[in-house]
Each structure stands twice: as C-alpha cells, then as structure tokens.
T-cell receptor
C-alpha cells in the first residue's frame, strides 16, 4: 500500500460546481498535513495546511480525520483558474520532517 | 526575486554520464529538500538537510545519487552513471523549521537521459 493515496481523477466539472477530493495516509505517526496545488509544468505551491479542527480559506475547506487517517479538500463555486493538480502531503520519516506526496488528483474546470 | 532557484533548468545527457544539479534555497531557510517527479506522479522524496547535515535519505535513492550542502546554504545533487530511468524533474524545496511551515519549491531541473 502506498503511504499516501488520492482519488485517481481526473475530475472534469463545470464552473460553479462543488468538488471534493479525498486522501488517505498509512503512517499513523504523521502529524502535519497539507494540500498543495501544482499547475501544469510548474512547481507545487502550498494551498493550505490541514489542522485537526479543520480549516477554511475562502472557497476551500480542508478536513482531517485522524482515526480514519483521511484528509479531504472541498472546493466550492469552482473557477476556471482552479484547474490544476491537487497534491495531498503528509509528514513522515524517522524524524517526521520528510514529506510524502500523494500522486495528485487533476481537476479541470470547464466553462 | 529571493525564491528558491535551481540550475540548470534543463539537462540532456547520454546514459552513463555524470550530472550535477544545484539548488539555492531561500536564505533564512535551514531545511532543504530534494524530490524527483515523473509525469503523472507527485514529487517523490529523495533526501533532506537541516543546515549542512543530511538527516534523511530515501531508501529508493541508489548509491549513484549523492547530495551535499557543504555550508548549509546551497546544495548539489549528483547522479553518477545516469540511466534512462533517471529521466525526471528534480525539484528542490526549502523551509524554515516547524512542522507547519510551508515548503517553497524551485522551478526544477528537467533531466533527460538518452
């Protein structure tokens, strides 16, 4: 089993739709969690950190369920500019300071 | 621009040759990471440094790969005797200490091994 798994995608949605991405991780010792966004042929950039209490940033909401080792990202009122690959990231390793990226889920928002 | 920089941006080499990539992190960041990314996959962790100390190395990293960060500033990643399977984007990232601090990525070095 891979350390971090994500919905395989791609997701093709119309503008204005709500879309949810799921991620599961295998290392129960992981302590920090993130969603990164990667545009085509660009480097990944932080979208948001995911805290135990869940957090919201505008149209984006992230949730963490430690018991199920599950992370989600909800995008409301999707825009054309949201088209990208969304990467779930979990810390791990012996010192907890390396980061394991999921394979990513590609989103295309269509006009 | 004081972001993470990488050099070169593209490298084409023949199988069996050695290549070296450089990463200049954001100056106040003490942690530096190397990743490899292939098409359709997320970045794969290779190694990371805290200052000049290499603290962790992926077991996927063969002994043909070596990384250094001699003065705790820039870092180099060398691949010896390149193979076609080494073709990938090599990404460098840096961050400050603290679990939730953001990693900032450089633009990457795209390696093609012929």
């Amino acid at each position: 089993r891979k350390e971090v798994e994500q919905d395989p995608g791609p997701f093709n949605v119309p503008e204005g739709a709500t879309v949810a991405f799921n991620c599961t991780y295998s290392n129960s010792a992981s302590q920090s969690f993130f969603w990164y966004r990667q545009d085509c042929r660009k480097e990944p950039k932080l979208l948001m950190s995911v805290y135990s209490s869940g957090n919201e940033d505008g149209r984006f909401t992230a949730q963490l369920n430690r018991a199920s080792q599950y992370i989600s990202l909800l995008i409301r009122d999707s825009k054309l500019s949201d088209s990208a690959t969304y990467l779930c990231v979990v810390n791990g390793g012996n010192y907890g300071q390396n980061f394991v990226f999921g394979p990513g889920t590609r989103l295309s928002v269509l006009p | 621009d004081t972001g993470v920089s990488q050099d070169p941006r593209h490298k084409i080499t023949k199988r069996g040759q050695n290549v070296t990539f450089r990463c200049d992190p954001i100056s106040e960041h003490n942690r530096l990471y190397w990743y490899r990314q292939t098409l359709g996959q997320g970045p794969e962790f290779l190694t990371y440094f805290q200052n000049e100390a290499q603290l962790e190395k992926s077991r996927l990293l063969s002994d043909r790969f070596s990384a250094e960060r001699p003065k705790g500033s820039f870092s180099t990643l060398e691949i010896q005797r390149t193979e076609q399977g080494d073709s990938a984007m090599y990404l460098c990232a840096s961050k400050e200490g603290g679990s939730y601090n953001e990693q900032f990525f450089g633009p990457g070095t795209r390696l093609t091994v012929l």
